[in-house]
């Protein structure tokens, strides 16, 4: 169908709450107590989360329901759910509703399908689906000599065959047409193909290194992935040590590739971890070449680097003590000089890093993206514990890591204000200035934004006692100025609004620490504002001005003196700090320099 003439439209698969519902209803007419309904309702939408590709499409899922009720689980293996799914609509669909085909290939159905299905997948021609001419061809050309041994046999055979999938809608589809009306067809649901491709795969391969070495290009471009995934498990069903086999080989491999190659291989290897139990030692060479590749990574291949590291850590619970041990001995294995501090900055950006690899790409599911992130945020305290001289040594070189380990308490705030010192900044301007890591290009909010944050937004999160302890240092640093350094405006990125999420603030802080922090943060970034002749930052505020109080009335007597009016500052703020808030909304002094 020429797409330029014609507007083509594709019915969409049920979502989430439309599978629950269609479960609850199934299940329904069951032959089960309240209790019992509900416990299989709720345990078979858990499960089937496994292919939640598959369970979007109602007939799909009611043959999942179907194999649900007859063995009271999903295989959490995909293939085996294909299989199994295949079967039935094969095998036992047509008999249950009476309707009987005796075909010629009968006795080859099912190889005739993985054949189509690995031909139409390596076919460059057939995107838009396969003409019936073409279709026939191809089944013909199987047949001889495998199934007949007359080649007119093997025509109306294939004839036949083309005919039977064409009128069962959940194997053929009709694709469109020709510019000359001959009709195209190509497999209703792509997941059948992909799985009856990588059987035909592994069929066509004689060991699990020889499929290894087809797969591997095709995975290096980040194609194949489902199917490649799809023969690593069928070769591990079929093969001794099948799956540790083939990932060994890929890790083995000698070819050079580039960077972004050699990372779609390892992030193949990770995500096969997901099912596989694979061998200690492959889990051990996975990480460690996963982190050496990591480690190599230019300013160009941040996210390729983050996206592998989140992928190795989140796949797999099974295996995550051991990747956790390999990566806390690779840590401490490694002995950068003194000549080379920035691969021994970049070890502990990965390092702290290690957790948030999972907020950016980690494990879909929320329940073990949680607890992925939360064993990882322990595994990365423990080697920080283990290893604290070499990075307290290492932080006076960053300002990126002497900041995460301010926020680890580490170090002190006072002394990453004072202490260190990290090109012409001022004590102000380093608890202002965004830090971007060098390897990762992953930028931080500043601390004085989080302080801002946390406090502006209230509740009791895990991480609130510990920026109350930051707000209280800042505060005091501030204190211990008779007139505070200027902060220069460049110091500050162009765009602050994402680090300053308030959309739902609390009333203002009520420690006062953290409310004269709060303030002092607002007037220097109205001030910005005012510099760069932009309104970020004044009108965010103003439509928070009933819960934020006298910062409003700060921001707004700045620009309108004579709204100044008295300014009632919370009880407990000392007079020394109320009246540099004053002189600042009087114009008298600023805090900011262009």
Known sequence: MDEEVFQSFEISGFGVEQIAEYAKKWFKQESLSESEYEQITKAFIEESSVVPDLR??????????????????????????????????????????????????????????KHVAYWM???????????????????SSYLYGKAFEDEEVSRRAAVEFVDFCRGRAWVFSDAGSTASGELLFKFTHRTFMEYFAAYQLTRACESPESL????????????WDVVAQLAIQIENKNSDNGGDRALKTMLDERRRRSRQGRASVLGFVARCLSFLNARPSVVRQLTNDSL??????????????????????????????????????FVTSQAFGPTDLRAEVNLWTVVFILPFSISFYGNNNPVTRR??????????????????????????????????????????LHDYMFETKFGDLNPLEKVLTSKQTKLFRVTYSPIAFMVFSHAIQGGDSPNKKR????????????????????????????????????DDPTPQPSDIDEWFCTAVIS?????????????????????????????AKLISARQRPKDLGELEFPDGLSRKRAERLRRWARGETNFVSA
């Open 56 to 113: 979007t499409n109602p007939l799909l899922l009611s043959l999942m329901c179907i194999i649900y009720r007859g063995q009271s689980f999903i295989p959490r293996n995909r293939p085996e759910v294909y299989e199994r799914c295949a079967t039935m609509l094969f095998d036992k669909w047509d008999s249950s509703r009476h309707i009987h085909v005796k075909l010629q290939a009968g006795h080859v159905v099912d190889p005739v399908l």
């Open 292 to 329: 050496n590749l990591i480690l190599a990574s230019d300013k160009d291949e941040g996210s390729n680097a983050l996206q592998l590291l989140g992928t190795l850590l989140s796949e797999t619970s099974e295996a995550r003590n051991v990747i956790a041990d390999e990566v806390s001995s």
């Open 467 to 502: 920026w109350s302890r930051i707000s209280k240092d800042l505060a005091s640093a501030l204190d211990s100025y008779d007139e505070w350094p200027v902060v220069r405006a460049s110091c500050l990125e162009s765009s602050y609004g994402p680090y300053l999420d308030f």
């Open 121 to 139: 997948l390596t076919s460059t021609n057939v995107k838009d689906g396969v003409t019936e001419s073409e279709l026939v061809k191809e089944v």
């Open 371 to 412: 607890e992925h992130l939360e064993y990882w945020t322990d595994q990365k305290l423990k080697i920080i514990r283990a290893n604290e001289g070499r990075l307290l040594a290492a932080c006076r070189h960053d300002l990126t890591l002497a900041a995460n380990c301010v926020e680890a308490s580490l170090i002190s």
């Open 212 to 223: 290894a070495r087809v797969l591997l290009p095709r995975v290096a471009k980040g194609e």
């Open 523 to 551: 007037c220097i970034l109205a001030e910005v504002d005012k510099l760069r002749k932009q309104d970020r930052f004044e009108g965010r505020i103003s439509t928070r001005a009933e819960e934020l109080g006298v910062i």
